[in-house]
């Protein structure tokens, strides 16, 4: 089984509704991270989290929300979805431990939404 | 503010044929580090390597190669004897150390295309 998933996988939708997508990880990590993904600009972060009680803003958190309901799940959801908010988004998970891969962060498969 | 620039938009070889990626990156920070990922077609992100700023010692993993440059300010990729499998997008990405956590700068990638 993936160490993070992410539902849905694809996700068509009408501007103005209200969308989430959820994040679970097996991996044990404390911190979570959600990304959005458009054509030539690599990844953005939109939020992250580095313990249940810790939600912080990206670099492009308008028009976004998450939610941490345990260690091992993060929502992120678009309050109303607008056409601008079609991307791919990524969840990611890290381990602020001691190992030698610390803080190196592993990505979930990726929900492709559209805003009609 | 950190930024990435991986110049190369697209890149087409010829299987068998080396290809080097190019990453160029800016931080104020004296400790970083540099990571690359894979994005195959399928979508999903694959963590390739990891390297902190204080190691400048280059890395081989097969037909994989990493030259980092502190001095220049680089950490290029090299895959060797390219295969067909190796066509994907290619993100280089920095993260600041903090205290607080790091968070991921990725470049705009580079699409590798690899004929047979």
């Known amino acids: 089984d993936a160490d993070v998933t992410q539902t849905p996988r694809n996700r068509i939708t009408k501007t103005g509704k209200r969308i989430m997508l959820e994040c679970s990880q097996t991996k044990g990590h404390d911190r979570m991270y959600w990304y959005r993904q458009d054509p030539g600009l690599g990844l953005r972060l939109i939020y992250y989290s580095f313990d249940v009680k810790d939600i912080n803003k990206g670099e492009i958190s308008d028009g976004y929300s998450v939610s941490r309901q345990a260690q091992a799940k993060f929502s992120l959801s678009l309050e109303s979805a607008i056409p601008n908010q079609t991307a791919l988004y990524f969840c990611?998970?890290?381990?602020?431990?001691?190992?030698?891969?610390?803080?190196?962060?592993?990505f979930g498969p990726g929900t492709r939404l559209t805003v009609l | 503010a950190q930024k990435v620039t991986q110049a190369q938009t697209e890149i087409s070889v010829v299987e068998k044929e080396d290809v080097t990626l190019d990453c160029v990156y800016e931080?104020?920070?004296?400790?970083?580090?540099l990571f690359w990922y894979k994005q195959p077609p399928s979508g999903e992100l694959v963590f390739l390597i990891r390297?902190?700023?204080?190691?400048?010692q280059n890395e081989i993993s097969g037909r994989y190669s990493w030259n980092f440059q502190k001095s220049t300010s680089s950490f290029n990729f090299t895959i060797t004897a390219s295969q067909v499998v190796d066509s994907a997008v290619y993100f280089c990405a920095l993260s600041e150390y903090k205290a607080a956590g790091n968070k991921l700068t990725f470049g705009g990638g580079t699409r590798v295309l690899v004929k047979p």
């Open positions: 390297r902190n700023s204080f190691d400048e």
């Open positions: 931080t104020r920070d004296t400790t970083y580090y």
């Open positions: 990611a998970t890290s381990d602020p431990g001691t190992s030698e891969n610390t803080d190196t962060q592993y």
